[in-house]
């Protein structure tokens, strides 16, 4: 199954020690789905507050596991 996801749950599948629940959630998930809103907010949080370990794992998490959804002008408009 597909999800689309916000920043909480990847920030907290990032963790050393992931939330019980977040674990329990991901073992059905086959793909997560991004906007490019979550992917500038984590990016503007790295940037922020440099960690080259979640910098890392956030790299090979968008280049392995899953879709990103752009933000067209039709869906600025209904944000």
């Given at each position: 199954m597909s999800y689309l996801c916000d920043t909480?749950?990847?920030s907290e599948l990032s963790r050393p020690q992931t939330n019980f629940g977040v674990i329990?959630?991901?073992v059905n998930v086959?793909?997560?789905?991004?906007?490019?809103?979550t992917i500038e907010e984590i990016t503007f949080g790295l940037t922020a507050k440099p960690n080259p370990?979640?910098?890392?794992?956030?790299?090979n998490f968008l280049s392995n596991n899953c879709q990103?959804?752009?933000?067209?002008?039709?869906?600025?408009?209904?944000?």
């Open positions: 909480n749950i990847i329990a959630w991901s086959t793909t997560i789905t991004l906007s490019v809103i370990r979640i910098q890392t794992w956030f790299q990103i959804i752009p933000i067209t002008p039709e869906i600025a408009k209904l944000a």
